[in-house]
């Protein structure tokens, strides 16, 4: 017996995780050994020549699977190996005739074989529950087997391979319904414009269900377009307008004029329905373009060196699909920094409305400005402008003046205090002076000697003529 080699270096990390517990949980090594009657996964390797298969998950569980409904799971078969391999399925238990593997390329066709090359191949394993079922609990086996090869020598390799256990629990019957409600598309389209038709379905079952449509465009009973397609898949009990394209390169060919448009639906067997519409294509730049931009807003709080999140609002008033883009110039500090513009272009249909993200650079802090329009295709709208700040707020310059005020004011409040306390204080008492000699002695007497009046007009020595003559 030879060691497995695994190529772990070519998985990627879950399904290396997934291949070790199969080969710890379910490996049984062997040689010769026929796979059906193994109960778990097994693989041998032949000796002399390397081989190993490895198969993840290590079990299938379908829940509530209805009657009648068609389910898959992805799988996944490793060839260890250095060479391609072949490798063989078949499947046993109750639930084992209801499992086929295929290719998601070709998801309706059974392999009874496939060819891996080394490291991992991704397949399905799509199960159909037959619609007479009871409700109950059903298993089965996924059996992948290497048969020995016989060499031209004469020499056989060993044969090996796995087994994955399948469980199905069958809980209720399939019912498939729904309905094209409604179909509709825009009166008048330009040449070289898509014309869009939406269609509105309603999944009235309770499985999901992919709706394909078919459309049909004529012109005066002349085919011009069609085509099937699917566009969506519908969960149980939805509501969906679907969108089908008859592309613009396809129209910018075609003649002026009325066309008639044919819209049908079905899922598998069932017919959702169809309508029927009319249109008609008119000369290019006929029709009205233009718009609103509703506003601007900032979704986050950047820093300098990230990114400031933008984001303008926008509501086309035009008559046909317009592309629609922000277009502005970006200011820091009042200085020109660059030129902005939306990274894509969003498609409004007339009348809708919506939103573009703009992601805009901020190297340093500052008071930011950005000023803009929406272009609808070509067409422009008002000016809108946002402005907003990254980094702290510079203080303004009133602060020092009123700063400044305010420690005059403090100061003028200690002095006043200060003069206050110093009138409130009562006076120091002066010290005794009765040991002190006068400072400035008497220097006459006490007395003071007042001569007689005297009249003012008279002289001394002189009697007064009246009292002479008297």
């Not at 056989?156 to 598309?185: C, N």
């Not at 149980?236 to 307008?241: H, K, M």
């Amino acid at each position: 017996m030879t060691r497995t080699n695994l190529k772990l270096d070519a998985l990627s990390l879950a399904k290396r995780a997934r291949l070790v517990m199969s080969a710890l949980m379910l490996t049984v090594v062997g040689a010769g050994t026929s796979l059906l009657g193994v109960g778990g996964a097994s693989a041998t390797t032949p000796s002399g020549g390397g081989g190993s298969l490895g198969l993840f998950p290590t079990k299938v569980s379908y829940s509530q699977a209805l009657r009648g409904g068609s389910y898959t799971e992805t799988i996944g078969l490793i060839n260890g190996g250095s060479t391609p391999k072949t490798f063989y399925f078949a499947s046993d238990g109750r639930a084992g005739a209801w499992l086929s593997v295929v290719r998601s390329s070709a998801p309706t066709k059974a392999l009874r074989s496939v060819l891996a090359d080394p490291g991992d191949t991704d397949l399905l394993l799509r199960l159909r529950v037959p619609a007479t079922l009871s409700n109950g609990t059903y298993q089965g086996r996924l059996v992948v087997e290497a048969p020995p090869v016989k060499a031209a020598n004469g020499t056989s390799s060993v044969g090996f391979g796995a087994v994955v256990p399948v469980t199905v629990h069958v809980t209720g019957t399939q019912i498939l319904a729904g309905r094209l409600l409604d179909a509709y598309t825009y009166p008048k389209v330009e040449v070289g414009s898509p014309v869009t038709v939406f269609a509105r379905v309603h999944d009235a079952g309770n499985v999901a269900i992919t709706p394909v449509f078919h459309l049909l465009i004529t012109k005066a009973k002349a085919v011009v377009f069609n085509r099937t397609t699917s566009a969506g898949t519908l969960q149980p009990s939805g509501l969906r307008v679907l969108q089908l394209d008859w592309p613009g390169n396809d129209t910018e060919t075609q003649t002026l004029g009325v066309y008639h448009a044919e819209l049908s639906a079905s899922f598998r067997s069932v017919n959702l329905g169809s309508k029927s519409m009319s249109f008609r294509l008119v000369p290019y730049g006929s029709l009205h373009r233009g718009g609103k931009l509703l506003g601007l807003k900032l979704l986050n709080h950047p820093s300098a060196g990230y990114s400031a999140e933008l984001q303008a609002s926008v509501r086309s008033s035009g008559l046909l699909p317009q592309e629609t883009t922000f277009v502005g110039q970006l200011y820091r500090n009042g200085a020109l920094v660059q030129g902005v513009k939306s990274l894509a272009p969003v498609l409004l249909q007339p009348s809708q409305s919506g939103v573009i993200n703009i992601p805009v650079p901020v190297a340093k802090d500052g008071l930011y400005r950005i000023t803009g329009v929406a272009t609808f295709d070509g067409a422009q709208s008002k000016t809108e402008t946002l402005t907003f700040r990254v980094g702290p707020a510079p203080l303004p310059l009133l602060y020092p003046f009123a700063g400044g005020a305010a420690v005059l004011v403090l100061f003028g409040l200690l002095v006043l205090f200060a003069l206050r306390r110093r009138r409130r204080r009562p006076p120091a008492a002066l010290p005794p002076t009765r040991h002190l000699p006068p400072r400035y002695p008497a220097t006459h007497p006490r007395t003071l000697h007042v001569p007689p009046r005297t009249p003012a007009a008279s002289v001394p020595g002189r009697q007064h003529t009246r009292q002479r003559r008297g």
